[in-house]
């Protein structure tokens, strides 16, 4: 009988034990999840300076004596410096960007004899991919431009193409390198017409806004 009391009291003290420390429940933890790696923005306004170099070769055509026809001489400018300043503004898409721009570059030295091409306006669309910090992209647009000889002015203009590459130094800084060609008509003087290309290689620092 005194058996029998101390099984059952023992039964019922581990069956409290139990009921008060309740089921064990297993704790899983999930794992970690992956986060897609941001994609640098290039959307907004931005805008800056550059510096570089420009060439230009074309057919020069003198009308001395109308209406004799035109004497066409080939002529290749000696290359001089570029300088000038940019703005635009860009649309981003996953990597893909796309926007315009407005471009003014001052020519130094872009001459032959007493012919000189003084200054171009670019206005372009840009279409690129955007790779980590780097965009490269593609440009087209039209350019008109300033020419002089001797004491007269004239007028160029005609399409423009390139390609270019940017860098996101930070999120706001950026550096590049831009190469524009541009097929170009037009005068230098009343009796003196050009037909010729304008090309520049020009390095840029700039700011996004």
């Not at 160029?156 to 097929?183: F, K, P, Q, S, W």
Request: charged letters at 15%; hydrophobic letters at 40%.
């Amino acid at each position: 009988m005194k058996k029998m009391v101390i099984s059952m009291i023992a039964t019922a003290l581990c069956a409290s034990a139990v009921h008060a420390d309740g089921p064990v429940v297993e704790t899983v933890v999930a794992p970690p999840v992956a986060q897609a790696a941001a994609v640098p923005t290039f959307s907004g306004f931005y805008g800056g300076l550059e510096y570089g170099r420009a060439s230009s070769s074309g057919d020069v055509a003198l009308t001395l004596a109308p209406p004799a026809p035109p004497n066409v001489t080939r002529r290749t400018f000696n290359d001089g410096d570029a300088f000038g300043v940019f703005v635009g503004y860009n649309r981003q898409n996953g990597n893909f960007v796309y926007g315009g721009e407005f471009r003014y570059l001052s020519f130094s030295d872009v001459s032959v004899f007493n012919f000189e091409i003084d200054d171009v306006l670019d206005v372009r669309g840009r279409v690129g991919y955007a790779a980590g910090s780097f965009l490269f992209y593609g440009a087209l647009g039209w350019s008109w431009a300033n020419t002089s000889v001797a004491a007269s002015n004239g007028n160029l203009d005609g399409m423009n193409y390139g390609v270019g590459i940017e860098y996101n130094v930070t999120e706001r800084v950026m550096l590049g390198l831009d190469y524009t060609a541009r097929n170009m008509d037009g005068d230098f003087s009343p009796n003196a017409a050009y037909d010729g290309d304008v090309e520049t290689v020009t390095f840029r620092i700039g700011m996004r806004f």
